[in-house]
């Protein structure tokens, strides 16, 4: 496969987020309370959450103990247990990260493994399907409080739970010198999504939830988590239906041999040079610290899961080559211009512009010139950028953006996202979808596009979820959001989607656009697949 070297950009911004607090009180309180629609009961005590007009949500839920002290860099512990009624009405704290998208949160916590469920109002007659999302953000960012799941939750008739998992550094580092009892170390983040779904198996049924329904679904890092999950063999049984937006078990995690070479990268940077105190050394150093030396995309260390030969034993894709996966019914599928929102990056830290913008001022928007658009090509595929840009001419009724888009999306996504597609297709029950709104929101932070970002990077979460940079979705949105939630729920409860399973012999994926666009998309010749396919060989 061809690796690329991106330019450094962040997209920032988010919100403060409070910890949870825990409440005791009397007997007949207690009493009070466990009749009041707000309190359930949980094998670690009980919460009291809040009530909306359709909805009711318990957040900042410890389902295991804060990992600090000897627990840095150790797999998840059980979580505490209380008496009385712990406040859920606030979220836990996100773990430590710098800013990142809007919905993320900066933090310098440790205290960060919780969790936040969202119910419909009303009682069901049957145990609801549960549906667990695991963030994106690069396995540097995110948290689970900033995917409100209420509209999912009570217009799909499902229990949602987001999950907070340890990220960067403290929740990938894989320093042979932190290593456990059994050799391994790194992976700490999937760890943690595992004790997350065997909470939701324990305490589904108090939340009117499933435990033999599980749906676990993530965008971007969020999806490339649950392709290790399904080839984790810790987390057999956890779940039984599976959803990847806008990533592909298609592509590699790191080698056991590449994340030691980060980890010893890692240590460099951060000071940690002695071999005979490594350990003690990165131990003491702040979570500040350590989450500025992962820094961001581009200009950091990438951390992410290890084949460690434990947790992850295979890569998955190599799992999803061998059939060694969680035999699930899959919904896979990406946004057709993903790669907007790095070029809208670049612009965002002022890349195209002739001069660099001066510390402490915010950049303006320069459009990428033509120029521009075929060095970056140059310096992304080297001797093959010939094969690239003769493939991507330059169309002078588009900006240049636009067309670095989309040899970005179509190499980064679109191939590997529907090859993984098609392999699942040969094995488990399989529906493809590409997300397609011209019109989606953008972020309203920093300088404004210089070009349209269509359907990129992350369109898709308005529809699906409460987020914080998200404009009031129109008449026509809220419809695509309607059809968009009932596909999702819809999965979770039966295993199916609207439409007809994706075969090798017909690759049907379904479309969702700004205009009802749906049915067959000729996806292979508008994204170059078999140019992609060709390209990697």
């Not at 900033?146 to 987001?162: E, K, N, S, W």
């Not at 589904?204 to 499933?210: I, K, V, Y």
């Not at 019914?329 to 890349?351: A, C, F, H, K, Q």
């Not at 094969?387 to 330059?394: E, H, I, N, S, T």
Request: with cysteine; charged share 20%.
């Amino acid at each position: 496969m061809t690796s690329i070297s991106y330019p450094r950009w962040a997209v920032a911004v988010g919100a403060v987020v409070l910890a949870g607090s825990t409440v005791t009180v009397g007997p007949a309180a207690a009493n009070d309370h466990r009749r009041s629609a707000i309190v359930v009961w949980t094998d670690q005590g009980a919460v009291r959450g809040t009530v909306a007009a359709d909805h009711r949500t318990f957040q900042g839920i410890p389902y295991a103990s804060p990992p600090l002290g000897a627990l840095r860099w150790a797999p998840p512990q059980p979580g505490p247990t209380w008496t009385g009624v712990r406040d859920a009405t606030r979220p836990g704290g996100a773990c430590a990260q710098l800013k990142g998208l809007p919905m993320d949160t900066p933090s310098e916590s440790e205290d960060c493994l919780y969790l936040n469920v969202t119910t419909p109002r009303s009682s069901a007659r049957t145990p609801r399907p549960v549906m667990v999302f695991l963030h994106g953000g690069d396995f540097r960012f995110g948290s689970g409080d900033g995917y409100g799941g209420q509209r999912l939750a009570a217009a799909g008739d499902v229990i949602v739970v987001t999950v907070n998992y340890r990220i960067g550094a403290l929740g990938f580092l894989a320093h042979p010198a932190l290593a456990g009892r059994d050799g391994t170390t790194g992976n700490f983040g999937l760890q943690d999504q595992q004790a997350a779904l065997r909470w939701v198996g324990r305490n589904a049924p108090t939340f009117g939830g499933d435990p033999g329904n599980v749906t676990v679904f993530g965008q971007s890092a969020g999806a490339t988590s649950v392709c290790a999950q399904l080839a984790a063999p810790g987390s057999a049984g956890l779940f039984h239906r599976a959803i990847m937006q806008s990533n592909s078990c298609a592509n590699r995690v790191q080698t056991r041999t590449e994340a030691i070479a980060a980890a010893d990268e890692f240590a460099q940077r951060i000071g940690c040079t002695d071999p005979a105190v490594v350990a003690t050394c990165l131990r003491g150093r702040t979570p500040a610290r350590l989450i500025e030396t992962v820094g961001y995309p581009g200009a950091g260390v990438d951390l992410g899961p290890v084949v460690d030969g434990h947790t992850l034993p295979v890569d998955p894709a190599e799992a999803l080559t061998t059939g060694r996966l969680h035999r699930v019914p899959v919904l896979t599928g990406l946004n057709r211009d993903e790669s907007r929102l790095v070029v809208w990056g670049m612009e965002r830290i002022g890349l195209n512009c002739s001069e660099p913008p001066k510390p402490n001022q915010e950049p303006e928007s320069c459009p990428l010139t033509d120029e521009q658009y075929r060095d970056q090509v140059r310096a992304m595929f080297g001797d093959q950028a010939a094969k690239v840009l003769a493939r991507y001419p330059r169309d002078p009724a588009q900006p240049a953006s636009v067309t670095l888009g989309a040899v970005l999306t179509d190499h980064d996504y679109a191939e590997p996202v529907y090859s993984a597609a098609l392999a699942f297709a040969r094995r488990v029950p399989t529906f493809g979808y590409e997300f397609a709104d011209e019109d989606a929101p953008f972020f309203t932070e920093g300088p404004e596009p210089t070009f349209d970002t269509g359907a990129y990077h992350c369109a898709e979460l308005p529809y699906l979820f409460t987020v914080d940079y998200a404009e009031a979705l129109t008449p026509t949105r809220r419809r695509l959001s309607d059809e968009m939630v009932r596909t999702w729920s819809d999965f979770a409860r039966t295993g199916r989607a609207g439409w007809p399973r994706l075969r090798p012999e017909a690759p049907y994926l379904r479309v969702f656009g700004s205009a009802g666009e749906s049915g067959r998309t000729d996806f292979a010749a508008a994204h170059s697949y078999d140019f992609w396919r060709s390209f990697r060989r």
